[in-house]
Nanobody, 114 residues
């Protein structure tokens, strides 16, 4: 399994970015995908997750601002990030969980700064 993430960059506070992640390889029909982030000096934390059935969960800090979605047929997951704040600055990682195993994509840097 490989995960390829894209979409990070520099944005001003209040702006928007969209992160995408495509999974390839042996992808089961039942799984969960999500986005985590790690800011300098902090632990990696869950930002948002979505199951193959469409159930979602979000970190409290991003509720109402971020939206996670997926296309099961393409094994892709997208994170739409609106109203970005400086504290959203971090390296964002795509994650795939299938029975008994988890995979990580390469990180993509999101910088929110004026």
């Amino acid at each position: 399994v490989q995960l390829q993430a894209s979409g990070g960059g520099l944005v001003q506070p209040g702006g928007s970015l969209r992160l995408s992640c495509a999974a390839s390889g042996s992808i089961f029909s039942i799984n969960a995908m999500g986005w985590y982030r790690q800011a300098p000096g902090k632990q990696r934390e869950l930002v948002a997750g979505i199951t193959s059935g469409g159930n979602t969960n979000y970190a409290d800090s991003v509720k109402g601002r971020f939206t996670i979605s997926r296309e099961n047929a393409k094994n892709t997951v997208t994170l739409q990030m609106n109203s970005l704040k400086p504290e959203d600055t971090a390296v964002y990682y795509c994650n795939l969980v299938q029975p008994n195993r988890s995979w990580w994509g390469q990180g993509t840097l999101v910088t929110v700064s004026s």
